[in-house]
């Protein structure tokens, strides 16, 4: 949760879905949320039906203090899909949690999705000057819109037609009263994959949701491809011509978890080969390396392996608190550092440190926890990054800053070092990113959070508007 430390992209969504005939779908879909619990805190639902009726079960918080008394139940039930949300577009709401129900002339519809579109403003107002009344602030609500108004036919045909005129990252699970269906965008930006149980099939944002529940990982989809699955089997549709695509390569540093595989390629490989370059790159001598918990932690091992020295536990997480202590005053989140990282002395006392994190953002956060190893003992922190630095928003689903608070839009690498008190700094290189992917085409990734090369044009919006656009227009 590490909206908490005010220094790092916060995450994005996780989506899930079960098809399933004599099993409990709706908890086989609580233990995959729980699994893609890192994907997003704020909230969770989980939709299910027995394919007559349809219910919501949706709450602020985590996946356990939501369904802390039960998941949502119907006898016979066989579908269900789920969701886990930081909000990357409207506030963090009830009204705004997923998946969303609606009715419409094809009967019930319950979706939930992950990303962003950047087109969704456009598309929202004309259908506003249209008539058409949105409940919440999320763009998600503009896909549910377009699939009802469509002409066409069926639902699959209704969704395709709706995903041709948004544009931008998403990923999608969408549940009929007896269709469970997935859909990626053509860029690829999100990670969505299937896999087999005995007796159906589970579509979940990453593989670790398979594993947890003893699904057979088979593939993930294909950017812009659509699979439907219901009583007939699964078919597989491919909505959108072939384009370049541009996988988010946070999701290797940073956002998925480790465990997971995410187009074939180990999510733990690339972070473990991402600390090996990081050693060769800098060249850091230090007694001792040792990571900011817990994302930093798998190329710090990488680092500790290819330079020589030890990797020990420097910094110890408190795995322990709760969502009250995400504060909202610089002052508050001073303290909440403290209640969530603690120096070990006994273990940097003396000693020469090298510190392994994923990422800087405003760097706040990177400078506390250096102050906090020199009072611990430190003699010097050497500071490494498994990522080029971050001088630019996202608009595909990751709720960033405004460049204006990105330390790396308006300070030099040396700049940076001096406002965190680091000894030395060093931000792995674009070559070195690329070449950690030892599994997938590193032509084939979205960096534009490094160098602003956007694959996808953005549509208008008021400035400084961001993740509140449908919040904050005027009447």
Known sequence: MYELLGNKWHEECGVY??????EDVSALTYLGLYALQHRGQESAGIAVTDGAWMDVTR??????EVFRHQVPHMDNQYIAIGH???STTGS????????????????????AHNGNLTNAMEIRKKLEDDGTIFQTSIDTEVILNLIARSRKETVEERLVDSLN????????TLMTETKLIGARDPQGFRPLCLGKLENGWVLSSESCGLDVIGAEFVRDIEPGEMVIIDDSGIKSVHFAPKQQLASCIFEYIYFARPDSVIDGQSVHDARFMMGRILARE????GDIVISVPDSGTTAATGYAYEAGIPFVEGLMKNRYIGRTFIQPTQKKRDTAVQLKLNAIRSVVEGKSVIMVDDSIVRGTTSGKIVKMLRNAGAK?????VSSPPIGFPC????????RKELIAAKKSVEEIRQYIEADSLHFLSMEGIKESLTAVNPNNMCYACFNSDYPVEQGKQPEGSGKYVFEQRKC
Request: proline share 2%; with cysteine.
């Open 17 to 22: 879905g079960v098809f399933a005939h004599d």
């Open 59 to 64: 709450g602020m918080g985590l996946v356990n």
């Open 84 to 86: 886990v949300r930081y």
């Open 92 to 111: 963090s709401l009830l009204q705004n949690t997923q998946p969303l129900i609606v009715n419409y002339s094809g009967g019930k519809i319950s979706l």
């Open 165 to 172: 005129q948004v544009k931008g990252a998403y990923c999608i």
């Open 282 to 285: 800098s060249k850091f001598k």
């Open 380 to 384: 010097e922190v050497h500071m490494c």
């Open 395 to 402: 608009y595909y689903g990751i709720d960033t800053s405004v």
